[in-house]
């Protein structure tokens, strides 16, 4: 079926709602899943000054900003109260599958380990996933400027969690500067205890960075990896073997200097060459929209046709560890979607 059979005014405006589609969130950093009003709320809760989260320029401004989403997260009740509102956010937007970008040193000074933030945010995780009917996974991210012993210290940590919560490990931060090839210890640990690896890449470096994320750390997804386009034998390649990318078009166009325009994302120049794209929203709090937002940007701005979103909203299923029944679920409903 066409786009312009949906309509049957003849009209090519598509009319399938993007809310029913079956999706899964796979590039969503915990903490830039509060909600405004949340946001707001906890600082006064917490005396915590107002700003506005969305005033910086560049990417260095931007991780000092995230970081201040900290302050208003310094115990237990506010964690459980963020990951609630975005599993019940994350449902009202169709979401099957949440992989939830989470960074365990942020809470490990205050509860004492790693592993004891790991279980924490298994524990809320679990249970916000019972109460809103999201299925879900934690991604472990490592932070590239903290170097490679702490990532080696998270995989260590997180293996034994392995499909016990924690289906993925990433590397997150500054890439500039702080290239894969450091990381290649960390990741095999996390690779050898059976978690995805899922790097950002080829987001403010070139088709190298994603080159190093793919030949080092042995990456089975990428976040981001936008500027693969700037190398066709790395294109080539990403469809070859079908590694997707977990693309996030309103942040690239925040961050990345080669996106100037959301109407000329690569997001379809990518899907057109072949290479398999989830659609993400990365961080809500400070770039504006949520994942059923970027679903409709790409629809509406972008040009995505259903057909292309319909396969965006697969990848970002089937190329998970997703249980068996979530993605047959998930297939089922997206063809029902489609017909």
Known sequence: MTIAQTAETGSATP??????????????????????????????????????????EGFTAFSAMYRTLLDVMPDDDSVSRLVDEIF???AADGVSWLELNVSPAFYAQR?????????????????????????????????????????????????????RGVVSMGLAAEERGFPAA??????????????????????????????????????????????????????????????PLDVCPTSNLVLVDSVTDLARHPIRELLDAGVRCSINADDPILFGPGILDEYVTCREVIGLSDEQLADCAWTSIETTLAPADVKADARARIDAWLA
């Open 88 to 90: 019940e956010d994350s």
């Open 15 to 56: 009319t399938r709602d993007l809310r029913a589609l079956p999706k899964g969130h796979l590039h969503l950093h915990m903490e830039a899943g509060i909600r405004p009003a949340t946001l707001a709320e906890l600082r006064e809760v917490h005396g915590v000054p107002e700003s506005d989260v969305t005033d910086y």
């Open 182 to 243: 450091d990381f290649g210890p960390a990741f095999r640990i996390a690779k050898d205890a059976g978690l995805q690896i899922t790097p950002h890449a080829g987001e403010l470096v070139g088709p190298e960075s994603v080159r190093g994320a793919l030949d080092v750390l042995g990456a089975d997804r990428v976040l981001h990896g936008v500027r693969s386009l700037e190398d066709p034998e790395l294109i080539a390649e990403l469809v070859r073997t079908g590694i």
């Open 111 to 163: 509860l004492g380990s790693l592993e004891a933030a790991i279980d924490m945010l298994i524990a809320e995780s679990t249970a916000a996933s019972r109460r809103h009917g999201v299925a879900f996974g934690l991604m472990v991210t490592a932070d590239r400027t903290a170097g490679l012993a702490p990532a080696v210290e998270l995989a260590r940590a997180a293996a034994p969690y392995a499909g």
